[in-house]
């Protein structure tokens, strides 16, 4: 994915499934460690905050990634896979699937983000965002 307007934002989706007809939808794929993956009840934040970028960004894509006229992408949920490393290893299937919907929340705190970013980037050397040190 690359979209350069409103922000500038990249990434690479893992997988786009078609679970409904002529819609993609995006699945993100995570391994996890045997003990963090008992644990796991919920998606991580910072994968919540991964997968809400790429819906964001969907509708915005620049990117030459290549699908057919006829499929829509969705951008109003997204999934997020979990697999154990201990199952990888074995080759049995303990997996965890968690269905993500666009939050407002997370949207704000990326927008934020990117908008910093921005900024920083088209003022360039006059300002950068903050925490960033300019290595020159």
């Known amino acids: ?42 998606p991580k934040g ?3 905050q991964q997968v809400t970028s790429y819906m964001m960004g969907g509708d915005k894509d620049k990117s030459k990634l290549v699908i057919p006229k006829r499929y829509e992408r969705n951008t109003d949920f997204a999934y997020i896979t979990y ?27 990326i927008k934020e983000k990117l908008d910093e970013f921005k900024e920083g980037y088209d003022n360039f050397p006059k300002k950068l965002p903050t925490g960033w040190t300019p290595c020159f």
């Open 46 to 48: 910072e994968h919540v």
């Open 83 to 109: 697999i154990s490393k201990e199952a990888l290893e074995r080759s049995s299937k303990a997996y965890k699937v968690f269905k993500v919907r666009r939050n407002p929340i997370y949207e704000g705190i």
């Open 1 to 42: 994915m690359e979209v350069n307007d409103p922000w500038y934002l990249t990434g690479h989706m893992d997988l786009l499934l078609e679970m409904e007809e002529n819609v993609l939808t995006i699945n993100e794929l995570k391994s996890i460690s045997k003990d963090g993956f008992k644990k796991l009840d919920a």
